[in-house]
């Protein structure tokens, strides 16, 4: 997916949000948006948000001499998202359809998102919890998914946010999960999911974990590496999290499912959905 | 005022609005960003929001070959007000204190900003007077103000945008008006209020009108005339209405009275006030 135009406020916010999570300093601040202002400027729109994300948030790292500003919030949300994993299992094993019900979690969990808002909290998240459970979806390839899952030897996860994964965790004891690989981010990048936090959540005591060894919010397959390539190309069903995996792959031919809130108006127009939907869609799924 | 990190992201974001009233050629579009972030990376922060704005918004006009985007929409507040004026009129007359009641109107119209929302409607702006009229003032010098206006001889009143300068005359005709001069922008900037807007909105008629030669979205005093800056410096009483007005008027040792709704978190933090709020600040009024 291309870049809009209405993404570029989102980015210059997130470049100050970021800078405010690790100085004080407004020099540094002012320093870091004019640098980011520069940059994106000369970037090509026809790239994915995601490739203008990972540009930007190198020159935050650097000019911030920080290499993950997202930890203290990265470690704040797996704590939290860890702190309401008994009640939700239980809501899991109890409910009617236990594959739905941790379908709709794990896509709760994507509202963990600090390029959407600065104003997340605990609350928000809970929120956001009920409603995933209660909304319809505005697309609906659930049946398409969970019929992929049963036929498949190798199925991949791709992992979004941190704290998100936890949830992703609960769908993942939901699958079949000792033919389940599970990929995260292969560097810091805003608050998406390293090695680190599949190891909080206890992903890595349950299937295989590999990174995509990208800094990249998304999976931009040329900036993987061979191995996570040789995973993702041999894998019969791809189930992959968030706006961000969306964007980067929703043009690329693979049995992928795209599990993700539409949290902006630029993916809610490409969706074809209103602001806010849930949403399963398979690749290539038309029933 | 300054300008704020936090202003950026709309700066950006009326680029493209601006663009996009204009003309639907998107190679135009993308261009226009693109020169207005250079543009923005360059500017100095210590300046305040209407200085880059008058910066970002000429880049928009000359790259989109139009004099006027705001036209359009300029057009159609200034009618819409005007067809609200009759009741609006009614509700002063009627009220318990036709001064305060006319204020709070005009305050109201403040709603009227592109820069705040590309969601503004009819509805809204009705929505935005019977808030305004029952809502506390955040900050309240209306009895200073009143008081202020009894004793001057000379009132200046400095406008804000089209449509809301409807509004503005309704004020007009609370205060002594055959000692009121309006000033309206010198050029096309946004959807500021220039001398056609006045002439539109009745005002023409009834009081003198000016213009400050300046092609600000605000009252930066050393792009004005001399002529304007004459009045500017003679006036007993300054009435100036709007963000744009206060972001650039608020360090300037003259008897100003500030109506604005505060519309955003900078202008909020600014105030000390929630954003939403309606204010009349008075420049050294302490009661």
């Given at each position: 997916?291309?870049?809009?135009?209405?993404?570029?406020?989102?980015?210059?916010?997130?470049?100050?949000?970021?800078?405010?999570?690790?100085?004080?300093?407004e020099?540094?601040?002012?320093?870091?948006?004019?640098?980011?202002?520069?940059?994106?400027?000369q970037?090509?729109?026809?790239?994915s948000?995601?490739?203008?994300?990972?540009?930007?948030?190198?020159?935050?790292?650097?000019?911030?001499?920080?290499?993950?500003?997202?930890?203290?919030?990265?470690?704040?949300?797996?704590?939290?998202?860890l702190?309401?994993?008994?009640?939700?299992?239980?809501?899991?094993?109890?409910?009617?359809?236990?594959?739905?019900?941790?379908?709709?979690?794990?896509?709760?969990?994507?509202?963990?998102?600090?390029?959407?808002?600065?104003?997340?909290?605990?609350?928000?998240?809970?929120?956001?919890?009920?409603?995933?459970?209660?909304?319809?979806?505005?697309?609906?390839?659930?049946?398409?998914?969970?019929?992929?899952?049963?036929?498949?030897?190798?199925?991949?996860?791709?992992?979004?946010?941190?704290?998100?994964?936890?949830?992703?965790?609960l769908?993942?004891?939901?699958?079949?999960?000792?033919?389940?690989?599970?990929?995260?981010?292969g560097?810091?990048?805003?608050?998406?999911?390293?090695?680190?936090?599949?190891?909080?959540?206890?992903?890595?005591?349950?299937?295989?974990?590999?990174?995509?060894?990208?800094?990249?919010?998304?999976?931009?397959?040329?900036?993987?590496?061979?191995?996570f390539?040789?995973v993702?190309?041999?894998?019969?069903?791809?189930?992959?999290?968030g706006q961000?995996?969306?964007?980067?792959?929703?043009?690329?031919?693979?049995?992928?499912?795209?599990?993700?809130?539409?949290?902006?108006?630029?993916?809610?127009?490409?969706?074809?959905?209103?602001?806010?939907?849930?949403?399963?869609?398979?690749?290539?799924?038309?029933?």
């Amino acid at each position: 997916m291309r870049t809009y135009l209405d993404c570029v406020p989102c980015f210059v916010k997130q470049t100050f949000d970021a800078c405010r999570m690790v100085t004080s300093n407004e020099v540094i601040h002012e320093k870091v948006v004019r640098r980011v202002l520069a940059k994106t400027a000369q970037l090509s729109f026809d790239d994915s948000p995601p490739h203008m994300a990972r540009e930007i948030h190198r020159i935050i790292r650097k000019e911030c001499r920080n290499d993950d500003p997202y930890r203290t919030m990265k470690t704040h949300f797996n704590e939290f998202c860890l702190s309401l994993m008994p009640r939700l299992r239980k809501r899991i094993s109890g409910s009617a359809d236990p594959f739905e019900t941790a379908v709709r979690i794990a896509i709760a969990g994507n509202i963990i998102d600090p390029g959407l808002s600065n104003t997340l909290d605990d609350a928000r998240v809970t929120a956001t919890i009920d409603d995933s459970l209660r909304r319809p979806l505005a697309i609906n390839h659930l049946e398409a998914l969970r019929d992929a899952v049963a036929n498949a030897k190798r199925i991949l996860y791709l992992g979004d946010n941190a704290g998100e994964i936890v949830f992703d965790r609960l769908l993942v004891e939901e699958l079949p999960f000792e033919r389940v690989t599970f990929a995260v981010r292969g560097k810091p990048i805003i608050n998406d999911a390293t090695r680190e936090d599949a190891r909080v959540a206890g992903l890595s005591d349950m299937v295989r974990v590999i990174d995509n060894g990208s800094d990249a919010p998304g999976t931009i397959l040329n900036t993987c590496t061979q191995s996570f390539l040789r995973v993702f190309d041999h894998a019969d069903v791809i189930i992959a999290k968030g706006q961000g995996n969306y964007e980067t792959l929703n043009d690329v031919d693979r049995p992928l499912y795209f599990l993700l809130k539409a949290k902006c108006s630029v993916i809610a127009a490409d969706l074809g959905c209103e602001i806010g939907s849930i949403v399963v869609k398979g690749t290539n799924v038309t029933h």
